[in-house]
C-alpha cells in the first residue's frame, strides 16, 4: 500500500489490510476517490473503489465473481464490503455497487495478486475493466515492483489494454 501511495498521494484509502482487520479503515476524504483492497469471507482478497466512477458509485474489481454475462446473476458480498466503504467514505446516503467486469482468474490462488493489480491500475489512472493481465508472469512482475520498489513497473510488464467495458450490478 505504502508504494501504491507513492504513485497515487491524493487518493483515499490505500491502508494497512491488516491493520484494518482489526479497527477498521480509517476515514478519508479524497475528491479523486479512494482505492482499498479488503478481505473478504477470511479467504478472498477484491478492490474497491471509486475513483474511475466521479464518486458516484464504488466499484468492485473481483477476479474470482464467476458470473455467468449470459445470465441475469446479482452477486452477494458479505456486509463487511459495505462497512468499510462506509468507513472510508463516510458517504451522506447510501452507496451504490456496481461490480465490474474484470478479468477473471484461472485457478483458485491469485486473487490477491489480481486484487495488487486492480489498485495498482486505479493507482496510476487506467481501468482494471479495460485491461488483461498475462496470469503466468504476474508472480515474477509483482517481485520485482517490489524489489525496484515501483509499483507502476508491475501493471507496465504484466498487463495490456483491451477495450472491452461492462459491469455488473449488485
Not at 6 to 12: E, L, Q, S, T, V
Not at 53 to 66: A, C, Q
Request: hydrophobic share 40%.
Amino acid at each position: 500500500m505504502k508504494l501504491m501511495r507513492k504513485i497515487a498521494p491524493n487518493f483515499a484509502g490505500l491502508a494497512d489490510v491488516i491493520l484494518a482487520k482489526k479497527d477498521g479503515f480509517p476515514p478519508s476524504l479524497s475528491i479523486d476517490g479512494f482505492v482499498q483492497i479488503v478481505n473478504v469471507r477470511g479467504n478472498h482478497w477484491i478492490t474497491l473503489s471509486n475513483a474511475q466512477n466521479l464518486r458516484v458509485e464504488v466499484s468492485i474489481y473481483d477476479s474470482l465473481h464467476g458470473v455467468d454475462k449470459n445470465k441475469d446473476t446479482k452477486i452477494r458480498y458479505p456486509i463487511s464490503v459495505e462497512q468499510s466503504v462506509c468507513q472510508i467514505m463516510q458517504p451522506p446516503k447510501e452507496v451504490t455497487f456496481l461490480v465490474d467486469d474484470v478479468q477473471q482468474q484461472e485457478g483458485g490462488n491469485d486473487c490477491g495478486l489480481f486484487a495488487i493489480a486492480f489498485a495498482t491500475l486505479l493507482c496510476v489512472g487506467r481501468d482494471p475493466a479495460r485491461e488483461r493481465f498475462d496470469q503466468k508472469i504476474m508472480r515474477q512482475e509483482l517481485l520485482k515492483s517490489f524489489e525496484e520498489e515501483d509499483m507502476a513497473l508491475f501493471v507496465e510488464k504484466a498487463c495490456s489494454t483491451s477495450k472491452k467495458r461492462h459491469g455488473y450490478s449488485l
